[in-house]
């Protein structure tokens, strides 16, 4: 489940765990990079839903310019379940590309 709050300018990734738990990652706004509408490779090639949305979260650790900083990115699906075809992909990408850059 992702929770974008623009009041606080946070994006809450909730993760199912085992047992019914869940953990909670929150992020800036500013840490999403991208947003990403991926063809689906697993998908069969006559398949019309084989799209996927997926948000991109940009991470660092350390000082830079030292030699123990680290910049990494993360890729998050918007969803496992669900696929689109590329126009509905792209249209929930684009929704999501407004609502993070909109005051």
Not at 31 to 60: F, G, K, M, P, Y
Request: proline share 4%; net charge neutral.
């Amino acid at each position: 489940t992702i929770i974008l709050d623009r009041s606080q300018q946070e994006m809450t990734l909730k993760k199912p765990r085992w047992f019914f738990r869940s953990t909670a990652e929150v992020y800036d706004f500013q840490d999403v990079t991208e947003i990403r509408v991926e063809r689906d490779r697993t998908a069969n090639r006559h398949q019309e839903r084989c799209c996927r949305v997926h948000l991109v979260v940009s991470h660092s650790e350390g000082v830079p310019l030292t030699p123990n900083y680290i910049q990494y990115v993360q890729v998050y699906p918007l969803s496992e379940a669900y696929r689109y075809n590329q126009q509905q992909a792209q249209e929930i990408a684009d929704r999501i590309r407004a609502f993070l850059k909109s005051d």
